[in-house]
């Protein structure tokens, strides 16, 4: 990097302290790159601004899942942590984007998240109240090689990081470089660095979270993503798990490191296709690489040294087309509230595919209001829980494959728990029959293993388990439905080894509306499986 004089410092500072002010008359100096053709399409990159761009390099952008959040370094700022002591010294700066689309003056996250030489951060969770950052720390001080977590508390601030713990990573992390990301899932970590002692030709691994809160040895890609002689960096996996980014300056590109496109074939994570070449404009002669999307991949934003912007590094952003774009998502927001007093609760989240279980991803929702924010791919269908001592979950559905196809990319769902009480009724929401039937269909062996496991934890709980119907159907039909029901959920949990005195089961017909039979959406309300808690 080339070294600033005491005068662009100054001005460097006067832009920081009075950006706000500025906007009108530096932002008609550059705000985009020259405009490149591609077939008929028009892509555009686009300069931030002046807000987040300087005189000094900004570099290695991450973006949230919703777009108006962004992190970034910055190079040799005064205000910089270690300005003072280490050369090229680079912290983390943010920006936050206001409902016009207008990017804020860029601030300094500061102590503990900006304590070392070299700072940054590699993931921000859609909930924004998780951040993985470089280096890895204990209790905020330095430690070495690695990546750490931190995590925003109820007055807004963030927690002093705390190294992942990753199997025999010291074995992997032996070169110049190393990064990282993670999946939106929360449970799988990507990373690059090289087994070679001080090589810059890095590989890309992959991590995966145990049940302990450990990480897994780091796994190859293997050999199509990782050359071999070649640097392959900064990957980026986009929100939908599947299409990953990454820089790399194998054969076939523009020049030095260029970004490329690959998806994944199977769970393995060995097998992909042909990565492919972004081209222009996202690649240029010069090296490219820190490409991250926001969730509805839309827009790329990467670092650029164009000679038309406000320093050696700015950040841009690129709108990306219909074949560089990863497969659809869908965002799913809401609050998590106890059952009983209607109070919002930081609490754990949980998501896993039906009819299978799988834990598919994981959250938590903010110590403030209780608000979360997840990702899923669209084509499966949820099991979605919040998890907290003492409490049981009322767990919901989402078929995401049916809300897609009838247009829905934004899902809000608040989720509740219910305090281990007895009288407390609980709904399962996940226990699935087909029409006029009682036979419980496979999807519904997730929900009722939960309540198993709520009675092997607590072993003299006594429960009632109950199914009730709409207004439609006579009342008689409506007792048999309703009371076979219930009885075919507490056979299944009878077969898993709970004790038969204490389980019963009733059914109710139409007798206990939990709202008026005068829609299709109050009908469904009202036909439902609960259990109560009848001693604990």
């Given at each position: 990097?080339?070294?600033?004089?005491?005068?662009?410092?100054?001005?460097?500072?006067?832009?920081?302290?009075?950006?706000?002010?500025?906007?009108?008359?530096?932002?008609?100096?550059?705000?985009?790159?020259?405009?490149?053709?591609?077939?008929?399409?028009?892509?555009?990159?686009?300069?931030?601004?002046?807000?987040?761009?300087?005189?000094?390099?900004?570099?290695?952008?991450?973006?949230?899942?919703?777009?108006?959040?962004?992190?970034?370094?910055?190079?040799?700022?005064?205000?910089?942590?270690?300005?003072?002591?280490?050369?090229?010294?680079?912290?983390?700066?943010?920006?936050?984007?206001?409902?016009?689309?207008?990017?804020?003056?860029?601030?300094?996250?500061?102590?503990?998240?900006?304590?070392?030489?070299?700072?940054?951060?590699?993931?921000?969770?859609?909930?924004?109240?998780?951040?993985?950052?470089?280096?890895?720390?204990?209790?905020?001080?330095?430690?070495?090689?690695?990546?750490?977590?931190?995590?925003?508390?109820?007055?807004?601030?963030?927690?002093?990081?705390?190294?992942?713990?990753?199997?025999?990573?010291?074995?992997?992390?032996?070169?110049?470089?190393?990064?990282?990301?993670?999946?939106?899932?929360?449970?799988?970590?990507?990373?690059?660095?090289?087994?070679?002692?001080?090589?810059?030709?890095?590989?890309?691994?992959?991590?995966?979270?145990?049940?302990?809160?450990?990480?897994?040895?780091?796994?190859?890609?293997?050999?199509?993503?990782?050359?071999?002689?070649?640097?392959?960096?900064?990957?980026?996996?986009?929100?939908?798990?599947?299409?990953?980014?990454?820089?790399?300056?194998?054969?076939?590109?523009?020049?030095?490191?260029?970004?490329?496109?690959?998806?994944?074939?199977?769970?393995?994570?060995?097998?992909?296709?042909?990565?492919?070449?972004?081209?222009?404009?996202?690649?240029?002669?010069?090296?490219?690489?820190?490409?991250?999307?926001?969730?509805?991949?839309?827009?790329?934003?990467?670092?650029?040294?164009?000679?038309?912007?406000?320093?050696?590094?700015?950040?841009?952003?690129?709108?990306?087309?219909?074949?560089?774009?990863?497969?659809?998502?869908?965002?799913?927001?809401?609050?998590?509230?106890?059952?009983?007093?209607?109070?919002?609760?930081?609490?754990?989240?949980?998501?896993?595919t039906l009819p299978d279980g799988t834990e598919a991803g994981n959250g938590i929702s903010s110590p403030v209001d209780g608000s979360f924010k997840i990702v899923l791919p669209y084509d499966k269908n949820y099991l979605i829980r919040a998890s907290a001592d003492k409490f049981f979950a009322i767990s919901e559905n989402l078929n995401l494959d049916s809300l897609v196809k009838a247009g829905n990319r934004e899902i809000h769902k608040d989720l509740y728990l219910v305090p281990i009480e007895i009288g407390q009724v609980f709904r399962l929401n996940n226990v699935f029959f087909d029409f006029d039937k009682w036979d419980l269909r496979p999807e519904s062996f997730v929900e009722l293993d939960r309540v198993v496991k709520l009675l092997n934890e607590n072993p003299s709980m006594e429960i009632e388990l109950s199914a009730h119907t709409d207004s439609f159907g006579s009342d008689d039909y409506n007792f048999k439905l309703s009371d076979n029901r219930a009885r075919s959920c507490m056979e299944y949990i009878l077969a898993k080894g709970?004790?038969?005195?204490?389980?019963?089961?009733?059914?109710?017909?139409?007798?206990?509306?939990?709202?008026?039979?005068?829609?299709?959406?109050?009908?469904?309300?009202?036909?439902?499986?609960?259990?109560?808690?009848?001693?604990?």
């Open positions: 990097m080339k070294k600033e004089t005491l005068l662009l410092l100054l001005s460097v500072c006067f832009i920081r302290l009075n950006a706000q002010n500025s906007i009108d008359t530096i932002g008609k100096l550059v705000t985009q790159k020259e405009n490149i053709i591609t077939s008929t399409t028009i892509v555009k990159v686009e300069n931030l601004g002046p807000n987040i761009n300087t005189a000094l390099p900004e570099l290695r952008p991450t973006i949230s899942a919703d777009g108006n959040l962004l992190f970034f370094i910055v190079e040799n700022d005064p205000m910089n942590t270690k300005y003072n002591s280490v050369r090229n010294s680079q912290d983390i700066w943010y920006s936050v984007r206001d409902s016009f689309g207008n990017w804020g003056p860029a601030r300094h996250m500061g102590y503990p998240l900006n304590t070392y030489f070299y700072n940054a951060v590699f993931w921000i969770s859609p909930d924004k109240n998780r951040m993985l950052i470089r280096n890895a720390f204990i209790e905020g001080d330095y430690a070495g090689n690695g990546v750490s977590m931190s995590y925003r508390k109820a007055n807004g601030t963030w927690s002093k990081p705390n190294a992942l713990l990753i199997k025999n990573y010291q074995k992997y992390d032996k070169g110049r470089q190393n990064g990282a990301t993670m999946a939106h899932d929360g449970k799988t970590l990507l990373l690059y660095m090289t087994e070679e002692k001080g090589s810059y030709n890095n590989d890309i691994y992959v991590s995966f979270l145990q049940r302990d809160s450990t990480w897994s040895e780091p796994k190859s890609l293997g050999k199509k993503i990782n050359l071999p002689k070649y640097n392959e960096m900064t990957p980026y996996l986009a929100a939908d798990g599947v299409t990953l980014y990454f820089s790399s300056d194998r054969p076939g590109g523009l020049g030095d490191n260029d970004i490329w496109m690959t998806k994944r074939l199977d769970d393995s994570w060995q097998k992909w296709s042909d990565p492919v070449n972004l081209g222009a404009p996202i690649n240029t002669p010069d090296w490219d690489a820190f490409f991250t999307l926001d969730a509805g991949g839309e827009y790329a934003y990467l670092t650029s040294s164009d000679s038309t912007g406000f320093g050696e590094s700015d950040i841009v952003r690129v709108k990306l087309l219909e074949r560089e774009k990863p497969d659809p998502v869908v965002i799913v927001d809401g609050n998590i509230y106890n059952k009983k007093t209607g109070q919002p609760l930081s609490a754990s989240l949980i998501y896993e709970i004790s038969p005195n204490r389980v019963t089961s009733q059914g109710y017909g139409e007798t206990k509306p939990v709202a008026e039979n005068d829609t299709p959406e109050n009908r469904q309300l009202n036909r439902r499986v609960e259990f109560k808690i009848t001693k604990n």
